[in-house]
């Protein structure tokens, strides 16, 4: 069992950047890939990217290339989500997700655990 506890969301201007965190709990974190996702209201959730078991491999949602990383420490047992030159589109309630195969997958119907979210606000 995985306990994912998601923290770093806030209120940023467009053009601004925050860093999400992801802290694990459990003897199983390292055993398999981890993602980013977000819904906004009225929308559903949706892929941002993931990372896999070793943290060789990202992938990442076409809207989010070039602004967003992913990475992972395992011996911390966290994950990260860099985002930068945000813009009010990004704007949603982010989760972070576990699932216990190590290949990224890009659908929440893959994933095993999931936290409980964190509020992500940019103003225009």
């Known amino acids: 069992q995985v306990q994912l506890v998601e923290s770093g969301g806030g209120l940023v201007q467009a053009g601004g950047s925050l860093r999400l965190s992801c802290a694990a709990s459990?003897?199983?974190?390292?055993?398999?890939?981890m993602g980013w996702f977000r819904q906004a209201p009225g929308k559903e959730r949706e892929f941002v990217a993931g990372?896999?078991?070793?943290?060789?491999?990202?992938v990442y949602a076409d809207s989010v290339k070039g602004r967003f990383t992913i990475s992972r420490d395992s011996a911390l047992k966290m994950m990260y989500l860099q985002m930068n030159s945000l813009k009010p589109e990004d704007a949603a309630v982010y989760y972070c997700a576990a699932r216990n195969g190590v290949i990224v997958r890009s659908t929440d119907d893959h994933y095993d655990f999931w936290g409980q979210g964190t509020q992500v606000t940019v103003s225009s």
């Open positions: 459990g003897r199983t974190f390292s055993n398999g890939a």
């Open positions: 990372i896999s078991r070793s943290g060789n491999r990202t």
